[in-house]
């Protein structure tokens, strides 16, 4: 390991991983990262559970010799379960598949069902479990989110007898420290601790909590989250969601690297959805793919009218509270357009049922998930809005950047990592970025949006400024390479 170009060997163990199993950006960001250290010539071992989805996409699946049936008792919960291997489509990376129909047959990838502490509890064992029958000694065991966040805990304890794990490191990366993997005290047993109970957060489990991302924060060898502004941000109270004065103890672990974009995937140059390509040097086709997304979303189809999009989980961090209070009142004042592809909270679907009622022809919402779409969005709208509350990394604004789609964004975290303020006066930056978290502050970006967009030449300067930026993993991921060799260099 300490051996600058020699390959690492990296396990890497995901709720999500695209295409397999995606409900946002984790996916695409397992899934990338995890190719370019293979492709960069790591050994790279990925396993994700065999959710009930994944038999649809028709892949080409086998049982793993040796690990094909395994049995695990976690305080009393008598599970059997197995690995099977298939591939990434269209590369050689390999993935493993957790199979445990007990856990993962069912429609959902997360649920609220009784058991989902189990659920994530056998991922975090049998990706230690797999490496055991592997006989797979990895210098990295990388977890995201809380899913896995008990796997360094399991490293320091269940598993520290195995020599194989000698020169083990783990790594944390938090993609969104709103969700924490909390549960009840009642669940310490099927955790499987086997005596090691004691390293939980004690304040907690005397409240009768236990939460599994506190615990990965508490036991990773490094912490990393999704981008710089990100990684200062959760260190204060406003953002840090509870655990702000643990990672300030663990501040000199914890690195943000911003998220990196999938090009093969997100490109309009290249991209096979789109209902046309356009780059740089010929944006004919941008127009024709906003002709296209007015007319299937329902919109009028006027190729003038500024055409703004959203494609989001449609969750409070995402902003939509802004955008109740802002966008109807915008669309009675000024013409534009806006569509909507997103699924959530039921209070903001309801909202936007009703902005497209309300302004028939004008905003488009579809209610769902829908990647096609998605890439639609993207190519076919003038501008994309992001107002978050907090984005960690947020993906869709870079995305937007390479499809010339300019992005209103909130200035937090990975948004105000990726998008640089434009200067009209110099015809330079990206994007437009608001600070206050109110009604005021997108009331002025969006305002800002449309002026901007009535100076066709200024406009399209701006675009081009944006389709300029690279966010490719080739450039962030080598961040995580030169983390996992200096973790190598440490005791
Ligand atoms: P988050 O992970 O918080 O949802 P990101 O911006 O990192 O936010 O990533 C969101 C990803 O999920 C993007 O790839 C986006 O296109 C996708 N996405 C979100 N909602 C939908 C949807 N309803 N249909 C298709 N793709 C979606
Ligand atoms: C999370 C964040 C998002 C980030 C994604 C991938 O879900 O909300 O900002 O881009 O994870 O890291």
Do not use: C
């Given at each position: 390991m300490n051996t600058p170009d020699k390959p690492l060997r990296i396990c890497l163990a995901s709720p999500e991983f695209a295409p397999l199993a995606k409900t946002g950006g984790l996916a695409d960001v397992s899934a990338a990262l995890s190719l370019y250290l293979h492709r960069a010539g790591h050994d790279v071992r990925v396993l994700i559970p065999r959710y009930?989805?994944?038999?649809?996409?028709g892949l080409d699946i086998e049982p793993v010799e040796g690990i094909a049936s395994m049995h695990i008792n976690l305080g009393g919960a008598d599970l059997n379960f197995g690995i099977d291997r298939t591939t990434l489509p269209d590369t050689d990376l390999p993935v493993y598949l957790l199979r445990c129909p007990a856990l993962?047959?069912?429609?959902?990838?997360?649920?609220?069902?009784?058991?989902e502490h189990l659920r994530f509890v056998l991922l975090s064992r049998a990706v230690l479990e797999m490496c055991q029958r592997l006989e797979f000694a990895p210098d990295i065991v990388s977890c995201h989110d809380?899913?896995?966040?008990?796997v360094p805990l399991y490293l320091k304890?269940?598993?520290?007898?195995?020599?194989?794990?000698?020169?083990t490191k783990s790594t944390l990366t938090i993609h969104?420290?709103?969700?924490?993997g909390m549960f009840g005290a009642w669940t310490l047993d099927q955790l499987g601790l086997a005596g090691a109970e004691?390293?939980?957060?004690q304040d907690d489990l005397k409240e009768g909590v236990i939460n599994f991302l506190k615990t990965g924060i508490l036991y990773a060898d490094l912490i990393t989250t999704v981008s710089p502004t990100y990684a200062r941000e959760i260190l204060g109270e406003d953002y840090g969601m509870g655990l702000n004065n643990l990672l300030r103890d663990r501040a000199d672990s914890l690195v943000g690297i911003l998220n990196g974009v999938d090009y093969a995937e997100w490109n309009p140059a290249v991209?096979?959805?789109?209902?046309a390509n356009y780059s740089p040097q010929d944006m004919s086709g941008k127009v024709v793919c906003k002709e296209r997304l007015m007319l299937e979303t329902g919109?009028?189809?006027?190729?003038d009218r500024p055409l703004v999009g959203i494609v989001s989980r449609l969750v409070g961090q995402k902003g939509f509270d802004l955008v109740e209070n802002v966008v109807p009142a915008l669309l009675e004042q000024r013409d534009f357009a806006v569509t909507v592809l997103g699924s959530g909270e039921s209070r903001y679907e309801d909202f936007f049922n009703w902005l497209k009622t309300r302004f028939a022809g004008r905003a488009g919402f579809y209610q769902g998930f829908s990647n096609e779409l998605a890439h639609w969005i993207e190519a076919g709208a003038d501008m994309f809005l992001m107002p978050s509350l907090?984005?960690?990394?947020?993906?869709n604004q870079m995305y937007s950047l390479k499809y010339g789609t300019v992005p209103i964004v909130r200035e937090t975290g990975g948004l105000a990592d990726s998008v640089e303020q434009i200067n009209p006066d110099a015809a330079s930056g990206t994007g437009i970025l608001f600070r206050d978290y109110n009604p005021q502050g997108l009331n002025w970006a969006l305002n800002r949006g449309l002026d901007l967009y009535a100076d066709p030449a200024l406009w399209t300067q701006l675009v081009a400024n944006g389709m300029q930026m690279d966010f490719s993993w080739e450039r962030q991921g080598t961040r995580y390479v030169e983390l996992f060799r200096q973790l190598g260099q440490t005791s």
């Open positions: 009930s989805r994944i038999e649809a996409l993962y047959g069912r429609d959902a990838i997360y649920t609220n069902d009784p058991d809380w899913q896995t966040a008990l304890t269940v598993y520290a007898w195995d020599e194989l794990f000698r020169a969104n420290i709103g969700y924490q004691y390293h939980l957060h991209d096979s959805l789109i209902p919109l009028d189809v006027q190729a907090y984005e960690p990394s947020g993906l």
